[in-house]
């Protein structure tokens, strides 16, 4: 069982799907000889040719466009744009066409595609390499979104997405494509879509967090029990559709929670995830769901970037602020 | 050969029929039998029956918005004719003439301008992509299959058909600049009706012809006589065959006219110079292909009778199907917007069905 | 005072403003001659001419790009996309340009533009043409959204949206369009953005709401004072920046809220509200805040349209419920 | 007129010096002064001195990633000094020599690459638009931009820079086609350094030549030599004098390469053949354009050593300024969202603060 970082990862998961099944290509712009700009496709070209591993034209919307009719037509396309910054040309079709042509046409025409995208802060990145805009995506209905947060969940749920019939927008933490490795079975697996994971059991503090995020929550985790905070932490891993049922019963055990995540707080998945709580879960809350999240402004260029990210210290403060209340 | 011949950056067009039916270009006249002419001609018959029925239907309040075709009956007629059983059809929402001889019967068209996404539904087997309102964006999907079916080497070609202003989206320019890159078996079909809605086609592009496009992708690009039946249908076959055999896209300008309204929403006459309509009306593709075949023998007063009462009667029957056919119901909302269903839509369905019931109760 | 509906309101700003100020530009696809297919440009070709209400080619990105441009060599571009289902084209420069140039140049170069839209469901129309996403608006920092409510409100709204220093997208409850005429003063007047209004007041429970739900919010108003129960309305107007002290405010006196909304539920502004009021006012709740919205499904066409969104039953299913918690 | 004369469908592209900096066409030899030569050459060693410097400093830690320009030096200087006072630049990423010559002095370049917002904060004055990353977007932006100095009747024309890649973007055909229509007064330049990252110029499109693109949209297209600086030169000049006469859009394709990786996170050897990369050091515009004015007697090693000095002087003087800017401060990230900070900003600001405060009392 080898040690991978989630940039090897997903590269096993891909190459593990294309040896599978042959309708699995990849495609987007770098991806081919140059195996993507972070590596993620490196090798991929060499082993299945350039009919199943092509670069594009620089144009997102002729990616996503393309991909959709690919995968009308049978295939499974795993397109990569390079950034999330440039992700917005994708949205016309992924709303209009790769989202919604299983419901046009009453379940006569499906559109099984990967969209891959590297997302969030942290690398002292230049301008637009550096946005996590999750929650334009974890609102349209008939796509799912993936969060992987480690690399033996990169493997198994990008397989899961590779295999799922609808749309699947799957988001890749960049800060940690290769802070960790960890032992990741060369055995296949996959892990459900639609399903959270609790990362670590606690009882007084439910942290509902995903991707580089979680591991800030557990850095906090342990700072916390010095506190005398028993902290519990999921791992959302699908935003869309969210896994409410494991928030649900985490908090009605623990009576309070707090979302962190990169993307601003205003409209963020953040506020999804309280107001769900909110909604079912209200008599057992001892104190209200706070966020702590991305600011509501342009994520800053590099020499300012770490005022924008949550870190330890202000999630502790927010723990402070609930076990308080 | 006509692709290639017909330079539209010297302002050439291809010609089978003049605008009374002669025949100005023996050479590339093509040779089709009798049943096969009478063939295009009961198809254009159909489409405008269809087509003025469902105007109708409209005003009656039957049918919610309708984008007629009346014009476009030699252009939807002759490409859809052109193309082989195994051929797809990314469509033009204005397309019904070239649905229905694709295989999707009149009352589909009607359904979905009706409101019912069964309209969508069509039969299986039918290779025909649902209409895709956003303006152009079947272009890439279209190129994006064309290319699934090289990548699988099928032999079978993608017929993307669309407006003049569709040409303006970025859609257009990645469908046309991925197919070229890709030399995927794809033909673009411009019905270049002259307006997009108000906005004339000049105001469109400064291209003086919108085949010259096609210089921009490195492939070639042709006008044709859109209200020519049989330059439509030897264009497009041609292309289409050379796209099957590996020889890459082409783009082929309709040049057409929409003689009705952009939707029976809108009122052209604000916007359009009545001059130019009557016009075109006098380069009708039903009136010129009906003296084509008056002047070759073909057409008689019996044989317009007996198409014009089946076309009525197909139609009546389209009419009959769509108006009877299932209205949805409220679980059909839900159910197709995953495989399967996920836990959150299981539980709105529920809370929607009481209320629903609940009103109905009240 | 002329009694006006929403359309003709639009359009009185629309005048009021290009006559105040030269570098107000009207432009989109058809609202020059045809005068906009609602109608709501009609007149302005022939007044201001054709440099100043211009039709452009069909392309919604191309729309957003120039009058970016526009925008940043001093002109006020008000530029029209046709329906909502096709607004997604303009997100890249929306995102990327629009709301960041402010920023990105210090506060050296700035993009006072107005993108309006219509939306909504409940008019019959093809697909594609009832969409409420505001969602995905009311999240990018450094844009404006706005929508009104009544002819009154629209003219007021628009024209700050108009003088305002940053890029607003407006967005126009079309299945109100032209459903009320009301007195709309023909004097200047400007209502502001940010602030939400107290559309009638009330004691034990507040609806927040916008556009065409308001009208919805006020019918089951009169009904539930038959059950006894004195509803609070809020009209946001702006729905980012949220105005949340009005929301808090009322909340705070009320103790009971429900969000009515057109868009989906999941990811919709009615989270953002519901984890506002959880934040801020946990203690004063005496019920979870429900929200009654669209249906997590593409917005279904004119045969089931009804079914999808939010009637004066299910939000007064939601009161019941709320009431009787 | 350069412009028309040579076309891009027969293969034409318009030099004025070749690979040895011999003058191959000496009708449209430019006639310039000694001091406008010097100028150029000075204006291409500090640009190469300039990105010299960043590309040590990024590999130091100095910077973050830095896109080199190494290869474009004649394309960026030839364009920009073809610019009159009152026009308007959009830059290309890539185009650290052309702002220089445009009023924006290099430490706001190096401080954008730092990663400090201050470095699109241009002086008062310079009309350069800030880099887009979004590769292209910057092309509808200035054709917006063009078409309200058009309006306004303004005597001035947008010189709109940008890639190979980019012209597969929609941007690009809507930044076109927006030009065409409204015959907005602005000139394309597309630098083709026949690469996108790894993607190479055939990949981008089917097209022979960029060049040819314009034929979509109605207007002029040209390839030029873009190592050859007086070719750059003469021809951009012609195109914004014409734009600025109301004569339209033109779009100019520099045939030029990227000498260097794609930025400093690049590495070029993984993909691109290294005698490719050899080929192209033989046409290196630098020594060419020195070839010229020795030829002309204008070079000598005394000019050399001094503008040399002159140019390490600045860029020095740059760095300096560069890296003793001051950081933006935590209130800097906020305050520029909005004309005025609405209230949920101030908020998190000051709690923000709090945090940061806390932090560095712990
Ligand atoms: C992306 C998009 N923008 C706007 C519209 C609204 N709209 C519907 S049809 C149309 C004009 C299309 O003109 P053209 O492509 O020439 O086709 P035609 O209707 O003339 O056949 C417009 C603007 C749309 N459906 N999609
Ligand atoms: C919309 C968008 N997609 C992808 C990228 C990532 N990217 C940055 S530069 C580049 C290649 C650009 O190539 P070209 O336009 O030829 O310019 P060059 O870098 O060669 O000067 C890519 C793909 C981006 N910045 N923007
Ligand atoms: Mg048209
Ligand atoms: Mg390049």
Redesign the pocket.
């Known amino acids: 069982m080898p040690a991978l970082n989630i940039v090897e990862a997903v590269r096993l998961a891909l190459r593990e799907e294309m040896r599978r099944d042959d309708s699995v290509l990849v495609m987007g ?2 991806v081919g000889k140059n195996g993507g700009v972070f590596r993620t496709t490196e090798g991929l070209f060499d082993e299945f040719g350039e009919e199943r591993v092509f670069d594009t034209p ?1 144009s ?1 919307n002729g990616i996503m466009g393309t991909a959709v009719g690919l995968a009308v037509n049978g295939f499974r396309p795993v397109a990569e744009i ?2 999330m910054g ?1 992700i917005y ?1 994708t949205l016309n079709h992924l709303i209009c066409h790769a989202a919604r042509l299983r419901n046009r046409t009453r379940g006569n025409l499906s559109v099984p595609l990967v969209l891959r995208a590297p997302y969030g802060a942290g690398i002292r990145a230049p301008e ?1 390499h550096s946005e996590s805009t999750e929650a334009l995506f974890a609102q349209i209905p008939g796509i799912k979104v993936v969060v992987p947060s480690s690399p033996a969940d990169a493997k198994g749920l990008l397989k899961s997405a590779v295999r799922d019939p609808d749309p699947v927008v799957f988001l890749e933490p960049k800060k940690i494509y290769r802070a960790v490795k960890e032992e990741v079975p060369d055995i296949e697996y996959l892990i459900p879509l639609g399903k959270a994971k609790v990362v670590k059991e606690g009882k007084d503090l439910t942290i509902i967090c995903w991707g580089a995020m979680v591991k800030v929550a557990e850095e906090v985790a342990l700072k916390a029990q010095e506190e005398k905070v028993d902290v519990e932490i999921i791992d959302l891993r699908t935003l869309y559709p969210m896994d409410r049922e494991a928030v649900i019963n985490s908090v009605e055990k623990t009576g309070r929670a707090l979302v962190v995540h990169e993307a601003p707080k205003a409209g963020g998945l953040g506020a999804e995830i309280a107001a769900t709580i909110n909604e079912k879960a209200l008599l057992r809350l001892k104190a209200p769901v706070l966020r702590v999240t991305g600011q509501d402004i342009t994520v800053p260029m590099p020499k300012t970037e770490d005022y924008y990210i949550p870190d330890a210290e202000r999630v502790l403060r927010s723990i402070r602020k609930i076990m308080s209340f | 050969m006509i692709i290639g011949k017909y330079d539209p950056l010297k302002g050439e067009r291809f010609q089978v029929l003049d605008e009374t039916g002669a025949v100005v270009n023996e050479e590339l006249e093509p040779q089709l039998t009798e049943e096969k002419l009478v063939g295009f001609y009961r198809q254009m018959l159909i489409s405008r029956t269809a087509d003025t029925k469902a105007f109708a239907m409209q005003r009656e309040g039957r049918m919610g918005t309708y984008p007629p075709l009346k014009g476009h009956e030699a252009v939807q007629v002759g490409s859809a004719m052109a193309m082989e059983a195994e051929d797809w059809l990314f469509p033009h929402y204005r397309d019904l003439g070239a649905l229905l001889i694709r295989g999707v019967p009149i009352h589909f068209v009607y359904l979905y301008w009706i409101g019912n996404e069964a309209g969508s539904r069509f039969p299986d087997g039918a290779r025909v992509f649902p209409f895709t309102v956003p303006v152009g964006s079947q272009i890439p999907i279209g190129v994006g299959h064309a290319l699934g079916a090289k990548l699988r080497k099928e032999k079978q070609a993608a017929l993307i058909s669309f407006g003049d202003g569709a040409t303006s989206e970025g859609d257009f320019h990645d469908g046309m600049n991925f197919a070229g890159v890709f030399n995927a078996p794809a033909v673009f079909l411009c019905q270049n009706n002259k307006w997009a809605i108000s906005v004339p086609r000049e105001r469109q592009t400064a291209a003086k012809t919108i085949a010259q496009k096609a210089v921009a992708y490195g492939f070639p690009g042709m006008q044709v006589d859109g209200n020519d039946v049989l330059a439509v249908f030897s264009a497009v076959k041609e292309a289409l065959d050379k796209a099957r055999a590996g020889g890459g896209p082409t783009l082929i300008e309709a040049d057409t006219y929409r003689m009705s309204d952009h939707t029976t929403a809108d009122d052209a006459s604000r916007y359009r110079p009545e001059e130019e309509v009557k016009a075109w009306e006098k380069k009708d593709p039903i009136v010129r292909f009906r003296n084509y075949l008056r002047a070759k023998g073909i057409w008689k007063e019996e044989l317009e009778k007996n198409l014009q009462e089946e076309a009525d009667k197909i139609v009546e029957e389209a009419v009959h199907q769509a108006e009877n056919f299932p209205l949805p119901e409220l679980e059909d909302i839900f159910r197709y917007t995953y495989k399967e269903m996920p836990p959150h839509l299981e539980e709105e369905l529920a809370e929607l069905k009481a209320a629903v019931e609940k009103r109905k109760a009240d």
Do not use: G, I
Request: proline share 0%; aromatic share 34%; glycine share 0%.
């Open positions: 712009e770098d620089l997102e390079q950034f440039f040309y637009h």
